[in-house]
């Protein structure tokens, strides 16, 4: 089945390091994102990983991937108040063809304290 | 190099009037996904359009909606007879055919109301 999970909200303070987690449960996924989305505002296609890979880093951002526990994490380190918005976790799972749509979570609400 | 581009942001409409809302993708994307967003739910796909063909629809309710990607010209997504229950916010997102056709990039949405 197709399904994805993320705690909705987390807080942390301004500097400190903020984690993000996912869990998915379909095993063919082949990719796996993260989008921010501000107030009011689309998506913005933070990072992405393929499932082939257990990490990426992209300057303050990195993601974890366990493939066995079907579980997404994104680490941003420093974080600042300009990153409070909603995270949301995206698979794709892509049947034989060309099925290209992507599964999203609920959305973590980040909100940065100074 | 323009982003993608929806029109128009926000949409009001009576219940029983139709809603057009379009998509022009990023420059040299051809394929265009259309998603919703409801109050309080995640984003759903809708549909996945090429160039003039609908590639997967399985996400389109099966009356009052429709898509369409001509030739030239933005994609449309249609809603005829509206209802309030279609009050959501409506993302358009376009990949390229080729390279990172796998990465979607998202427009700012239209948000339509119905009253």
């Known amino acids: 089945g197709e399904d994805v999970e993320q705690s909705l909200f987390l807080s942390v303070r301004e500097g400190d390091s903020s984690v993000i987690n996912c869990t998915y449960t379909?095993?063919?996924?082949?990719?796996l994102y993260w989008y921010k989305q501000e107030p009011g505002a689309g998506l913005q296609l933070l990072t992405y990983?393929?499932?082939n890979m257990d990490m990426k880093q992209d300057q303050r951002l990195t993601v974890l991937l366990n493939k066995k526990d079907k579980h997404l994490s994104l680490r941003i380190a420093d974080t600042q108040t300009g990153d409070s918005a909603i995270y949301f976790c995206?698979?794709?799972?892509?049947?034989?063809?060309?099925?290209?749509?992507?599964?999203w979570g609920l959305g973590t609400s980040l909100a940065v304290n100074p | 190099n323009a982003g993608v581009m929806q029109n128009p942001r926000h949409l009001v409409r009576r219940r029983g009037q139709e809603a057009r809302l379009r998509c022009s993708p990023m420059?040299?994307?051809?394929?265009v996904y259309w998603y919703r967003q409801l109050p309080e739910e995640g984003l759903k796909f809708m549909v996945y359009?090429?160039?003039?063909?609908?590639?997967?629809e399985s996400g389109m309710p099966k009356e009052r909606f429709s898509a369409e990607f001509p030739k030239e010209g933005p994609s449309i997504l249609r809603i005829q007879q509206v209802v309030r229950g279609d009050s959501a916010a409506y993302f358009c997102?376009?990949?390229?055919?080729?390279?990172?056709?796998?990465?979607?990039?998202f427009g700012p949405g239209t948000r339509l109301t119905v009253t």
């Open positions: 997102a376009s990949s390229p055919s080729q390279g990172a056709s796998y990465e979607q990039y």
């Open positions: 359009l090429q160039k003039e063909n609908i590639i997967d």
């Open positions: 995206a698979e794709m799972a892509p049947d034989a063809g060309n099925n290209r749509k992507l599964i």
């Open positions: 379909d095993s063919s996924s082949t990719y």
């Open positions: 420059k040299g994307h051809s394929h």
């Open positions: 990983i393929f499932s």
